[in-house]
């Protein structure tokens, strides 16, 4: 079988296609023979030797992915519910960038008949991340406003999507003027375009009360101004830094990002009581083993898939072996909705 190893942190060269040996589900596994593999910012941060938990669960080398779709190959003792050849989908943490792979049976779900492979690889981690903020981390109510940050991303138009089907008012926004179109077809009830816009007073205007919510990926680039434009009870929802990176670049600015680093507001109880506002992050890589969440979570989606209220993200293909050029793009900040790998 073949599989992406990352030998030491580096650039988009460091993605190499290698071979391995066919691995073997342990008790409660499945092999999944993969035929689709969802990209994320995330495995960006992992080939740069900058996250965290890769560090803590793998080390170097490491194959990054944290979902694949396909079909099942093998079942580990104890799985009864499955059968080789079924089509599924699902979480893995880390070493989705392969041709097999071996997962808990608890973070695979069967994929939906009108899904093809690669709209079921693109689904679970940015519907997961969107859902833990929307659902779980936050109590929303129909007509509330929610700012996302990168709406036409993978977790963006996830959020937009979670959003309109809970009611909310899902202001967006994007980074250029061809992300428009789809921040308003996945549910956007405004589009800020920062390259063409002023967001903040743009912000003010569409939300002269201030928002409700807003969920941060950007990082000290927006972050003080995100939790400044909270209306009293408004909750921030951190969880990503994308802007601390270098648009482009295959390897970090050292310079910039011990700048963003310095520039990452801290925030204060006291003020934050005085204010009546919220700040939370998470990290949905360390959430996997909570089996009842992410089964409660998958199966609400799964079904709204089924009923038309959520639909599958737009996605680009590229060949395993080009995961590099996968990451170039999506590291070139210009992407629209998922990248996926096909081995
Ligand atoms: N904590 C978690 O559990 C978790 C889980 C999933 C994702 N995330 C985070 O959520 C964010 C979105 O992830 P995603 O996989 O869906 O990616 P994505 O949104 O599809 O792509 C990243 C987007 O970020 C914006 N961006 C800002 N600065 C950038 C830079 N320096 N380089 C490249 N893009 C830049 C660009 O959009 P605009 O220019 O339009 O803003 C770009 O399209 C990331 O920060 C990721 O780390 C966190």
């Known amino acids: 079988m073949k599989l992406i190893s990352i030998a030491k942190p580096g650039s988009f060269d460091r993605l190499r296609l290698v071979d391995a040996p066919e691995p073997k589900p342990a008790p409660g596994e499945v092999r999944v023979n993969v035929r689709a593999v969802g990209v994320n910012f995330a495995d960006v941060v992992i080939r740069l030797g900058l996250y965290e938990s890769a560090k803590k669960y793998v080390g170097w080398p490491i194959t990054p992915g944290f979902e694949v779709s396909g079909e099942v190959a093998e079942l580990g003792e104890g799985v009864t519910d499955l059968q080789v050849g079924e089509r599924v989908f699902g979480v893995t943490r880390f070493g989705g960038y392969a041709s097999q792979v071996c997962a808990p049976r608890s973070q695979l779900f069967r994929v939906p008949a009108a899904l093809s492979h690669a709209q079921a690889a693109a689904f679970p981690t940015v519907h997961l991340t969107a859902y833990y903020a929307l659902r779980e981390v936050l109590r929303t109510r129909p007509g509330q406003k929610v700012l996302v940050h990168s709406a036409a991303g993978g977790v963006g138009l996830a959020a937009m999507q979670l959003a309109r089907a809970d009611g909310l008012q899902a202001i967006g926004i994007i980074g250029s003027s061809h992300k428009r179109d789809v921040a308003l077809e996945y549910g ?6 920062k390259s063409t816009q002023a967001l903040w007073p743009e912000v003010e205007r569409l939300a002269p009360g201030g928002l409700h919510y807003v969920l941060e990926s950007n990082g000290a680039e927006t972050l003080k101004q995100s939790y400044r434009h909270l209306r009293p009870t408004g909750r921030l929802v951190i969880y990503g830094f994308t ?10 600015n050292w310079l910039k990002m011990a700048r963003e680093f310095l520039r990452i507001p801290r925030f204060h109880p006291l003020e934050m009581v005085d204010a009546n506002k919220g700040v939370i992050a998470f990290n949905l890589s360390y959430l996997f083993e909570e089996q009842g969440m992410l089964a409660e979570s998958m199966t609400r989606m799964l079904g709204e898939l089924e009923s038309g209220v959520l639909k599958p993200l737009p ?7 080009e995961a590099g050029e996968a990451h170039r793009a999506l590291q070139s900040g210009a992407t629209v909705g998922k990248l996926v790998l096909v081995p």
Not at 188 to 193: L, T
Not at 243 to 252: C, I
């Open 243 to 252: 802007s601390m990176l270098s648009r482009g670049r295959g390897r970090p």
């Open 315 to 321: 996605v680009s293909e590229f060949p395993l072996s």
């Open 188 to 193: 956007a009830a405004h589009v800020i375009d």
